[in-house]
């Protein structure tokens, strides 16, 4: 195949592989082995996958596979991880003489740097991009020869209230259209022109100002630009115009004086001002000095003031002054000065405010202080009043008794001099805070008072400022709360006891009263699955509960809060949060909760413990009815034998035309129903052998469709739907093929009048929140078998017992009571989990999760070869039954073998000892009298170690299983057993080496 290629694969340089239909490596060029980093002896027999993309499958859109499958050239662009490029790929076919495809040349082009080239243009283009269309300002492109609008951005279009940029001109949005043609004249005289303001034109006709910067292109063919609406500037300088000349109003009319100084003589005095001075206007003001009108006794501080001021010292810009007016009345004045500029030289301007009531009225605040301090001597807690810099200035009798100190004996002295420094230091750094922010402070503290008790303590502190609004100091008061904060710890400290062991506890807690919950715990939380703000003040108890359920619970209730009984212990349903129903546990008193009758209990989630109950009682029931079929199987399965033996010699005796067949065949095809129903016992006993195996899920489906086609009537339309991907289990295929069609069967029986029925398989993972959804399950992986019907659905009273054994809905003689037992039965043999949905009219869904095998495949049968007679084998049979044993003698003496008989295991061992040179194989029944099988098995390898044994039994799998035949070494046939398939178990037995 290489011969013609040679020569091509030397002369290019593009990576070339020559593959065989298996997608192995026959040949490669150098550019393939210095991509791959390998020698050609490394590559040739590799699969080109495994080489390339370091996979164990070809790569997804493979050229190869397509050109395989459906025959299509093509040519792909792929990533190839392990050697970090992109590639283009193609192949093409290798046929021989008839034209039948025997291998494919794949090349592939290097397109790496391509496509990273291309990647960066498109995303410096898309960056330019973004930024133009997301820029702040408004950006266009126009043609220079007829002013139309070839790009512009959103705000652009946004800015002239457009949405079409594609139809404009540039000429359309000029409130004057001479503007523009003095801006063209500019930008073609000077290339560009900056920040050119014009007023501009929106679609609607409302205008505005813009900033307008722009410039030809390289080609000059367009012109490029930039433009920024400016209106609120404009209209800011213009509200700036109109807010010198309001205030300007504003301060002829201002209720108070205001006057401005310069170098110490009036330059502008308003109404106000003139009017208080009563002169008749400002002109007689105006041009002289300030002490004009100033008290004397005034005039020297606020000269001070300017003189200071004036030389960059730091002076009160708040103080109080008196005036006296042309008539000699004394006027007081709290006045506020600032220095501003006045055309360009520094100026003071002076707002006064008339403050004589205020005066008058400290005068008569004066006056109460003394009264004042005759009603805080008389208080019971100690009250002080601190300078700013923290030095005491005044305290009640109180203070002097709680400290031991008189007023006068502290007065002067700070914190520090009548407490500890440990104390002190709080208490200092609380009161420089205060001083700094200013308002009211309370914090908690401690005092140690003279005989070195130590008190707890709250103080409560203000700050003060005098008449002239200068920091005045702070006044505190100290409430000693040494045996309320003792009892409040004692209260707290057994709150948080009982409290943590309700938030702590397994159980859920609440507390109810007035019909609402006013108290659960986190448990209760995690139970219902609501938050505490959604149940605690907002939910009644009954909201919580499934509806059938709701009765008990509102008894239990009324028993509790009528005083009818003392304590409650029951069980309900409710309802969670999620609408799954838990069940649940009560136990609960009546007590009195802030005065008034409530109910406290705890709630106990016994969904788990109730369903493992459950579990346990059909265990327990499964297992009664699994030990009585294991009793029946061994007499039965020795019956059938011979029935089914019996009818096989006979067929062979008779003519293929004999009438008689038939009658032979009606018996055959009862024996093997009986069959059939003594495995379905052993299933749902779990008793019965298991044939445990890989299988493929889809095999197993479409084994029951060709099954399922011949039997369902025409009114029922069948629908198979396969998994979407290969799934593999361990199991019984006889089993699975049972399960679903007794699923079936019932399926079929709940749509009388025809319908529709399906049948699915799938994969799914189970997980936590699966099982928490469900109730059952295990973490996993499973192949799920469902089927569907549109019958007539399952009361929700039968779901609780249709997979016990004998209980049926049917009338008697349509039915067993044994089928869903029986699908239970095999389920469980599977490991395996099985559900039902259903309502009644409304279908049912049977559902049935298999655990998905790990790591096996189904490996392929080998054809069944023609079966062959003896040629005069000698075989020894031990078989304590008399029918079971001459039917297998007569079986297989009219197939060419002799036979040596035992009719127990002691007699098959002396006859096997007696005649071991002769005997090519021993049939054993497991369980026989005096020695049982494995026991005969044991002694015969020790007489000849290569003595080949098959074990035969009636008898469910525990009982072989304590019997020893576990061993996967040793062959065993389950009875009942047909002549054909012993014929075929012993030819392949004495055939084997």
């Not at 790929?89 to 034209?99: E, L, M, R, W």
């Not at 009546?590 to 346990?616: C, H, M, N, V, W």
């Not at 039965?825 to 095998?853: E, L, N, W």
Request: aromatic share 8%; proline share 3%; with cysteine.
């Amino acid at each position: 195949m290489m011969g013609q290629w040679d020569g091509f694969l030397k002369a290019t340089l593009q990576p070339i592989l020559v593959l065989d239909t298996e997608f192995t490596i026959v040949a490669a060029n150098k550019r393939s082995q210095e991509i791959a980093g390998v020698t050609e002896d490394e590559l040739i027999g590799r699969k080109c996958y495994e080489v390339m993309h370091g996979t164990d499958e070809p790569a997804r859109g493979c050229p190869m596979h397509s050109l395989l499958t459906r025959g299509s050239l093509e040519t792909v662009e792929m990533e190839i991880e392990t050697i970090h490029g992109t590639f283009l790929v193609s192949c093409a076919p290798i046929v021989d003489a008839s034209g039948v495809p025997i291998g494919v040349v794949h090349v592939a082009t290097d397109v790496t740097e391509k496509k990273r080239a291309e990647e960066e243009l498109k995303e410096r283009e898309v960056k330019y991009r973004y930024l133009f269309e997301n820029s702040p300002a408004g950006m266009f492109r126009s043609s220079l020869a007829d002013g139309k609008i070839v790009d512009a951005n959103i705000t652009l279009s946004q800015m002239f209230g457009i949405e079409n940029s594609g139809d404009l001109h540039a000429g359309d949005f000029y409130a004057d259209p001479r503007e523009r043609r003095r801006l063209l004249k500019a930008i073609k005289r000077n290339k560009r022109v900056d920040r050119h303001e014009v007023l501009m034109a929106r679609r609607d006709g409302s205008v505005f100002w813009a900033l307008i910067s722009a410039r030809l292109d390289s080609r000059e063919h367009y012109i490029e630009g930039v433009v920024t609406d400016i209106t609120a500037q404009k209209e800011a300088q213009e509200a700036l115009r109109e807010s010198e000349e309001r205030y300007r109003v504003a301060i002829e009319n201002c209720n108070d004086c205001v006057a401005i100084f310069r170098d110490g003589v009036y330059v502008y005095a308003n109404q106000q001002y003139v009017q208080a001075v009563g002169v008749r206007d400002a002109g007689e003001i105006l041009g002289t000095g300030i002490g004009r009108f100033i008290h004397p006794d005034d005039y020297g501080r606020i000269e001070r003031y300017r003189r200071d001021r004036k030389a960059g010292k730091d002076v009160p810009a708040r103080y109080e002054l008196r005036i006296i007016d042309v008539k000699g009345k004394v006027i007081f004045f709290e006045a506020a000065v600032s220095v501003i500029t006045l055309k360009g030289e520094p100026a003071t301007l002076v707002f006064m405010r008339d403050i004589t009531k205020r005066v008058e009225v400290k005068k008569k605040l004066e006056e109460q202080v003394e009264f004042l301090q005759t009603f805080i001597d008389t208080m019971p807690n100690p009250i002080f009043i601190k300078d700013p810099k923290g030095r005491f200035i005044k305290c009640n009798r109180a203070f002097e008794e709680y400290y031991g100190a008189s007023c006068q004996t502290i007065r002067g002295k700070t914190v520090f001099d009548i407490e500890p420094a440990r104390e002190a230091k709080v208490h200092a750094s609380k009161d420089r805070e205060l001083m700094k922010g200013g308002g009211v402070i309370e914090y908690d503290g401690v005092v140690t008072d003279p005989s070195g008790r130590v008190h707890d303590v709250i103080i409560r502190k203000a700050a003060f400022h005098r008449p002239d609004g200068t920091p005045g100091g702070i006044v505190g008061v100290v409430i000693d709360i040494t045996e309320l904060k003792r009892a409040g710890e004692m209260l707290k400290e057994s709150e948080a006891k009982y409290r943590g062991v309700a938030e702590e506890s397994l159980a859920g807690f609440y507390i109810i009263q007035d019909g609402l919950f006013r108290y659960v715990n986190r448990r209760f939380c995690e139970i219902t699955g609501y938050g505490y703000d959604e149940i605690v003040d907002r939910m009644e108890p009954l909201d919580l509960v499934y509806g059938e359920d709701r009765a008990v619970v509102e008894e239990n209730l009324r028993k509790r809060f009528s005083g009818e009984t003392g304590s409650i212990h029951y069980r309900f349903r409710m309802t969670r949060k999620s609408g799954l129903v838990a069940r649940v546990e009560v136990l609960g008193s009546s007590f009195d909760y802030r005065g008034r009758p409530a109910a406290i209990g705890t709630l106990l989630d016994i969904t788990k413990e109730t369903i493992l109950e459950e579990q346990l009682q059909q265990a327990q029931k499964m297992e009664a009815i699994g030990q009585l079929a294991g009793g029946m199987a061994h007499d039965f399965n020795n019956i059938l034998t011979t029935i089914m033996g019996y009818c096989g010699l006979l067929q062979t005796e008779l003519d293929e035309d004999d009438p008689h067949q038939l009658y032979v065949e009606e018996i055959s095809m009862a024996s093997e129903k009986g069959a059939q129903l003594t495995s379905g016992l052993l299933a749902f006993g779990r008793k019965q052998v298991m044939e445990m195996k890989p299988q493929k899920l889809d095999d197993l489906v479409r084994g029951v469709q060709r099954l399922l086609e011949r039997l369902l009537p025409e009114d029922m339309r069948l629908e198979i739907r396969l998994p979407r991907e290969e799934c593999t289990i361990l199991a019984d295929a006889t089993q699975i093929y049972q399960l679903l069609m007794n699923l079936t069967t019932n399926s079929r029986d709940a749509m009388p009048d025809g319908g529709t029925l399906l049948i699915s398989a799938d994969v799914l993972s189970i997980d936590e929140d699966f099982i928490a959804a469900k109730g059952f399950g295990e973490v996993g992986d499973y192949a799920v078998l469902s089927v569907v019907d549109t019958g007539c659905g399952i009361d929700p009273r039968v779901q609780e017992k249709m997979f016990e054994p004998f209980f049926t809905t049917k009338e008697p003689g349509k039915g067993t009571g044994l089928g869903l037992s029986i699908v239970y039965g095999i389920v469980k043999q599977h490991s395996g989990f099985i559900d039902v949905c259903s309502s009644p009219g409304a279908g049912t869904t049977f559902t049935a999760y298999i655990p998905v095998a790990k790591g096996k495949r189904v490996r392929k049968r080998a054809g069944v070869q023609g079966m062959r007679g003896g040629s005069g084998e000698t075989i020894l049979i031990a078989e304590d039954n008399r029918s079971v044993r001459e039917l297998t003698r007569e079986v297989l003496r009219k197939a060419g073998y002799h036979m040596i008989e035992a009719v127990d295991g002691q007699e098959a061992i002396e006859r096997f000892t007696e005649f071991s040179h002769v005997i090519d194989l021993s049939i054993l029944d497991v369980v026989m009298p005096k020695r049982n099988g494995k026991q005969v098995y044991d002694e015969i390898i020790m007489v000849r170690p290569d003595a080949k044994v098959l074990f035969v039994s009636g008898y469910a799998a525990d009982v072989i299983t304590d019997k020893g035949i576990q061993d996967e070494s040793l062959e065993y046939l389950p009875k009942p057993v047909s002549p054909t398939l012993l014929l075929k178990k012993v030819r392949e037995l004495l055939d084997r080496k």
